[in-house]
RNA sequence: GCGGGUAUAGCUCAGGGGUUAGAGCGCCUGACUGUGGCUCAGGAGGCCGUGGGUUCGAGACCCAUUAUCCGCCCCA
């Protein structure tokens, strides 16, 4: 019986986890700057804890969650995005008190189930951070110039945001109403499969990729026309501080977000090099979700970052990720016992070190300290032994000297 | 979930109804018995994704299945 890693499912090899590491520490790093703690909710949560927010009829919820009876007979779901259970703890452990702020990040798996492709897996991962309990625009600024940070930090060139604020409850009812208005001579003609797709969220058509419902949609005035007054104030006062922080954005009208608990500001950063999977990062403003799952009302803004997708676009812009290398590789000339105590000396000194534990040929062993792109290769053999020394080459000059054994650790501590 | 493409060595791929299936790269060994990269020589490694079928004969053709890629849908 041979086993393969289940559909939509990717081990990450060793030769690829550097970037992983890469990315993640950066993210970890910088929000930690800007003030961010780390959270780390589980992998599995109460179905209702996503039927609630993101809303029944999201895509999400009606047809892409892993969801299954435990043997309590619980409905359980595995967390098909981040924000949800982060605001669930936030909830639990009273995290963000009425009047306070509070700054999470977190990297964190998520599932959905749907038709794999490149840049969309069943378990993919997520850099996500939220700015809980804040109201002012400082907020939703604060969370883009990060966004805007970290694609500058990992080399990611030139990421504009799309920007967009689809405004609270009673304006997305009245421009509800107004696409379904625009469009409804010709939806009159549609098939009722997309008849009832389009008034259960006519919003979704503004980022349709079909080419007729663009035509169909165009005179249509723009949700922004529609704001009221107070979020079309923050809208402006958002981009402002943006330009004040030098984050690119670009007004964008046809981001409206897939899931339900989004109010006002939204937002996602897209790649054209990654295919049908552009976008690479999506956020926004959720006013509404914590007061959905029985905490006070509690303004917030966050961001979820699509780790395999910004890998993708590392690998597409040929970003350059150093992998760690040993600095040493013992070489044993017939003196496997010095090889081993040098190798064990210097790894306890701090210094990462290789060496064959399989007792090859010479030839084969300088070949290894070349591949394993060691600076140094120190040889050990009979002669050296007997002189309490140890050969010293610079694999790079091929230049080798003889160093005495008891100043190695020293002397590499000084070159490491 | 819908439509289409692909599956041959560790990797990238060629081949094509007929005896022992190939290349390049990688890997291992060797080329004055203590020294890598370059070169040269040798070698290991594949039931041609899996299961059925057609055929005297299938890695090639057909069907199914699994995985993957492209597009849709959706989003990270």
Redesign the pocket.
């Known amino acids: 019986m041979?086993f393969?890693?289940?559909?939509?499912?990717?081990d990450v090899l060793p030769a690829q986890a550097g970037k992983w590491r890469h990315v993640e520490s950066a993210w970890l790093e910088l929000t930690l700057l800007y003030g961010y703690g780390e959270i780390r909710t589980p992998t599995f949560e109460d179905t209702q804890l996503f039927i609630r927010t993101s809303g029944e009829t999201?895509?999400?919820v009606s047809?892409?969650m892993y969801t299954f009876r435990d043997q309590g007979d619980r409905s359980i779901t595995l967390k098909p995005?981040g924000t949800a259970p982060a605001m669930r703890a936030v909830v639990e452990h009273s995290l963000c008190p009425p009047g306070t702020v509070l700054r999470l990040a977190y990297v964190t798996p998520?599932f959905?189930?749907?038709?794999?492709?490149?840049?969309?897996?069943?378990e993919?991962?997520?850099l996500g951070l939220e700015l809980v309990g804040a109201n002012s625009a400082n907020a939703d600024a604060e969370v883009l110039e990060v966004v805007s940070r970290f694609f500058a930090k990992i080399g990611i060139p030139d990421s504009v945001i799309l920007l967009n604020s689809i405004g609270r409850t009673e304006c997305r009812e009245r421009y509800r109403a107004a696409i379904l208005e625009h469009i409804a001579p010709w939806l009159a003609e549609q098939t009722t499969e997309d008849q009832e797709?389009a008034h259960k969220n006519p919003m979704?058509l503004l980022?349709?990729?079909?080419e007729k419902v663009h035509a169909v949609l165009a005179g249509l005035a723009p949700v922004t026309d529609f704001l009221e007054d107070d979020s079309k104030q923050r809208f402006e006062t958002i981009q402002a501080l943006l330009t004040e922080a030098g984050v690119k954005y670009r007004l964008a009208p046809e981001i409206v977000?897939?899931?339900d608990y989004y109010t006002e500001t939204v937002f996602?950063?897209?790649s054209d090099k990654l295919?049908?999977?552009?976008?690479?990062?999506?956020?926004g403003r959720y006013d509404n979700l914590i007061g959905e799952i029985g905490g006070a009302a509690t303004p917030s803004v966050g961001v979820?970052?699509?780790?395999?997708?910004?890998l993708l676009a590392l690998e597409a812009y040929e970003v350059a990720i150093q992998d760690s290398k040993p600095v040493a590789f013992v070489?044993s000339?017939?003196q496997d016992a010095a090889a081993r105590n040098l190798v064990r000396e210097l790894r306890d000194a701090g210094i990462a070190t290789d060496w064959d534990i399989e007792s090859?040929?010479?030839?084969?062993?300088?070949?290894?300290?070349?591949?394993s792109g060691a600076r140094f290769?120190l040889?050990?053999?009979?002669?050296?032994v007997q002189e309490s020394a140890v050969?010293v080459?610079?694999?790079?000059?091929?230049?080798?000297f003889l160093l005495p054994r008891a100043e190695v650790v020293k002397w590499l501590q000084e070159r490491a």
């Open positions: 041979k393969q890693a289940q559909r939509g499912t990717e999201s895509d999400i047809k892409e995005e998520f959905r189930y749907g038709r794999p492709q490149k840049g969309r897996l069943r993919a991962h997520q797709k979704r980022d349709s990729k079909d977000r897939g899931l996602e950063v897209q295919g049908a999977q552009s976008s690479l990062c999506g956020g979820g970052i699509g780790v395999e997708r910004v070489v000339a017939g090859r040929s010479m030839k084969s062993q300088m070949r290894q300290a070349d591949k290769a040889v050990i053999g009979d002669t050296e050969q080459k610079e694999l790079a000059k091929s230049e080798q």
